[in-house]
């Protein structure tokens, strides 16, 4: 996980954002399971 | 969207840190999503189908009344592939055997898709549109015109020019015995009919010698397989480059050499062109390396493999649903577990199929690319 670069955008009270934003970061390769849990038929 | 719901596929989950995993652990579908607070946790609880945006949003506020615009939080994750609206009715487009019978590909396509939906079955009936050739029924053709026809592809037209021999039968999974001697686009129809009757099939025995000849059969159809290796594989594949982009239809083709397996994805105005990559690869290789294409050592696995790889190629062509990795070849080495190809070059200046003119203007219109184009847009951020 790296979630120091991609911190929610907090409400400061001094610079108000136009919006609200979120940042869903899609998981780098590295990142997600290489473990084989495969299932269904 | 009436009534959101995270996709079951995607139910996320919360780290001790208040990171949200959501769409599971695979690549190209899974995110993580900061949220000290605990904003897009409460809004993503809450999204579970039984609520109205309204109503999520009022209930954001009141368990974060420190948030000062709920709304964005709700509409930003409301437009991610990872919801659903489980207000949609499914569409009058596809009948109740159909739904049943395509259940899968339907829980498989919200699962891929990186394009929020309504109900969920648009996909599908793109595919029940579609009208696809199959050219050449050996061993990836079958396996593909197979894959095509039980993912409901709307139309197939099945073409080969020979009789079912007992030694293509180690692999070519649409005959049995009793078929030796027949044609294959005749065997290859009968088959195919059983195995989806909810969709049209056809086929003709006839050998395509000519470019002229393929824009012939092309004519009037949304894409091509190209299964077919005669005349030797460059020529038809090369044949097969020009006429889909003169008709302006996207193909996938597909082959192997003993366990290497590759299938190539071309659509017109985007990316690479066959005769691009190929002359990519030439230049790559040491000069006078002689090109290898293999003897004709082929088993059922490798045969099913590239079959299927053509189709899925094809399902992303023709619906965008996977994005298709347009404009690259790739494959699979049955025989080295990390050796995976991806083949890219990008294309070649003035090339007559795919590059720019001396104008900068693109060649080939690409009206049939452009929501996957805007599906690939969306990839890097939902
Ligand atoms: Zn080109």
Known sequence: MNTNEHETEAVDEAVVPAKTTITIRLLDKIETTTSSNSVGN | MRLPRVKFEHRPHRYEDGTIRIGGEIYGIAAEIADPYGWAWTALTLMDGTRSLDEIIERLRLAHPELPDPESIVEQLAATRYVEDAAAVPPAGLSERERDRYSRNHA???????????????????LKSARVVVLGLGGTGCHAAWALAAVGVGTIHCVDPDLVELSNLNRQVLYGEGDVGRPKAEAA????????SD??????????????????LIAGYDALALCADRPTGHDIRVWANRACAAAGIPWAGGGYNGPLVTVGCFAPGAGACYECLSSGEEARRHPGTPVDLGGP?????????????????????????PVPPVGTIQGVNLIAADHHVWVRHPPRPGCPVCGTRADGSEHNSMHRMTEIDAGRANRTRP
């Open chain 2, 189 to 196: 129809v009968a088959r195919l009919r059983t195995v989806n």
């Open chain 2, 108 to 126: 498989f396509f919200r699962t891929v898709d990186i394009v929020p939906r309504g109900h969920g079955w648009e996909t599908q009936l793109r």
């Open chain 2, 199 to 216: 969709i049209s099939v056809t086929g003709e025995r006839r050998h395509i010698g000519s470019r002229r000849e393929l824009d012939e």
């Open chain 2, 297 to 321: 050592g082929v088993i059922a696995t490798s045969a099913g493999v590239s079959g299927q790889l053509v189709a899925h190629a094809l399902l992303g062509l023709l619906t965008g649903v």
